[in-house]
């Protein structure tokens, strides 16, 4: 009979639910976009005619030196403190302990207002020896510009974040590694620099790019403190002509546009530093 | 004949567990010696005191006549910086029982890492004198890979070159097969069989009982955290003196 020559094909189920529910969602995003475009009060013109201009785009480059700048400053000062927080020295435990409970106990906003008006707890800040009539200290308010502040509280915020992340990169690498780094002569910088570090590093660049992101979104709070950056030049541009919305939506674009730059380099540097672990680069793949 | 690894009342606890207690043992320069027991029995802790990994609470160690991990201050031991102990450590090689390749370093890397680090030695003397490890480990078209994609028992006849990388005249080994597949055993007991002909040092805890038989110049069997028997290797097995150690033989029989 020709039906027992023919072998049946294997079809997937039917999920009619799972179809329908998709056409409703779809047919709502489309909704959606439709209004946003037709919508007149979101004056894309107006958006058009800003996205490029000479403020936004200063503003733009501050917000990325701030956030690359503060990251890297975050990143030093996390591994410092992941280091002292596994320390068997008690004062070394406390006081990164200590740093992370403060730092990251506090708002940033509070933060960054707090080293924006350092000078009403010293107006002066250096080295003086009246008996000998040596100054060195500056005026606060001349030291710590919107700008310093801004690096200041955003750095030292993210810092204590970034000790934690690294902390558990670092608990990740297998205690043999350190014993057979260790079984070689390696000294314990050695053995951080060289073995444990590197490892950690595939368990560490993950959640840090997700804190790069969050980092790059939390420079706009910076602007409360005139701190130069994209979203204080958007203020200053709409509180002069009251195109708030669309003067947003500049900034947002821009936002993404950034984030989006930053998930791609992100996925390139898992992949470097996965090299070796099969979950990254399965060696079956590559025995061919 | 000239003593290499010396332990003389060496006690060791974790917590209450008692599992060194007062072992004495001599090791002479270029002898195999093969230590078996029921685990437990204290033979990796032993092991990793000869290097350090592990503190004893009292007893001495001596390799090649010199104080492991501590110094003469008065009539006390006190414990040498950590610098000093790796330079102690850089002298004697240990191979695991889990291997622990680095994984992010290729077959190549992993030998020549503590060479060049540790040692100092050029980039390219290093990597000629790998090259040569991976021939003698018969693993030269290995050489660019990462362990990943290594077995179980090239892994360790990796981990064994990055031990001789060194150039130790003492490696320690623990438990080198017992986490292998059965069938890559034998790849490896070849490896440590050549490596027993070249006079180098060599203290190694196994469940392998015929090589200890075959290879070893001296067998040790511990129980409960102390040295039970010592002796020729085939007289120990064939007819062992303690009930303990003929309690524990029967089993591989």
């Not at chain 1, 070394?92 to 506090?106: D, H, K, N, P, S």
């Not at chain 1, 915020?157 to 992340?165: D, K, L, N, P």
């Not at chain 2, 290499?4 to 195999?32: N, Q, W, Y």
């Not at chain 2, 597949?181 to 015929?210: Q, Y």
Request: aromatic share 6%; with cysteine.
């Amino acid at each position: 009979m020709a039906l027992q020559s023919v072998a049946p094909k294997l079809l997937p189920p039917r999920h009619p639910l799972r179809t329908a529910s998709a056409c409703v969602v779809l047919a709502l995003l489309a909704a959606l976009v439709a209004s946003l475009a037709s919508n007149p009060n979101m004056q894309w013109s107006v958006v058009a005619d800003y996205l490029f201009g000479s403020q936004i785009l200063y503003g733009l480059v501050n917000t990325i030196v701030l956030t690359v700048l503060c990251m890297a400053i975050a990143i030093v000062i996390g591994i410092v403190l992941a280091i002292m927080g596994m320390s068997r020295n008690p004062v070394l435990y406390f006081v990164a302990q200590g740093y992370i409970w403060f730092f990251r106990g506090v708002p940033l906003l509070v933060q960054l207002v707090f080293w924006f008006n350092l000078a009403l707890l010293w107006p002066r800040i250096g080295l003086t020896v009246p008996p000998l009539g040596i100054d060195l200290s500056v005026s606060t308010n001349d030291l710590i510009t919107s700008f310093v502040a801004s690096v200041l509280g955003l750095a030292l915020h993210e810092a204590a974040y970034m000790a934690e992340i690294v902390r558990a990169g670092l608990l990740g690498v297998d205690s043999g590694q350190t014993e057979a780094g260790r079984s070689l002569g390696m000294s314990d910088n050695q053995l951080m620099r060289r073995i444990v570090l590197p490892q950690a590093m595939r368990i560490i660049v993950p959640p840090t790019g997700n804190q790069f992101i969050s980092l790059l979104k939390a420079t706009s709070l910076v602007a409360f403190i005139a701190g130069g950056e994209l979203m204080t030049a958007v203020q200053n541009v709409y509180s002069h002509n009251f195109r708030v919305i669309p003067l947003l939506i500049v900034a947002s674009i821009w936002y993404l546009v950034v984030t989006t730059l930053a998930t791609g380099l992100q996925t390139y540097l898992e992949r470097r530093v996965g090299k070796g672990f099969s979950t990254a680069a399965s060696p079956s793949a590559q025995r061919g | 004949m000239q003593t290499m690894v010396r332990l003389s009342g060496l006690c060791k606890s974790f917590g209450p567990h008692r599992v060194l207690r007062d072992i004495t043992l001599d090791v002479a320069a270029g002898e195999v010696v093969c230590v078996i027991g029921p685990s437990g029995s204290g033979k990796s802790t032993m092991l990793r005191c000869i290097n350090h990994l592990e503190k004893p609470d009292s007893g001495t160690i001596t390799v090649d006549g010199e104080l492991i991990g501590y110094e003469r201050e008065g009539d006390n031991l006190r414990e040498l910086s950590s610098k000093r102990i790796a330079a102690q450590r850089a002298k004697m090689g240990m191979v695991f029982q889990r291997f622990n390749l680095f994984p992010h370093l290729t077959v190549l890397q992993n030998i020549v890492e503590a060479p060049v680090a540790v040692r100092k030695m050029p980039k390219q003397v290093a990597e000629a004198e790998a090259m040569r490890l991976l021939k003698l480990v018969d693993l030269t078209e290995k050489a660019s890979a990462y362990p990943s994609a290594l077995s179980g028992g090239q892994m360790q006849r990796v981990a064994i070159a990055r031990a001789l990388a060194m150039q130790p005249r003492l490696v320690l080994f623990d438990e080198p097969t017992s986490a292998l597949d059965p069938e890559l055993v034998g790849e490896v007991l070849e490896v440590m069989r050549e490596l027993a002909t070249t006079g180098i040092t060599m203290i190694v805890v196994t469940h392998e009982i015929s090589f200890a038989r075959d290879i070893g110049d001296k067998l040790v069997f511990m129980a409960e955290g102390q040295i039970v028997e010592t002796g020729e290797p085939k007289a120990v097995i064939e007819d062992p003196k303690h009930a303990r150690t003929r309690e524990f033989l029967s089993r591989f029989r």
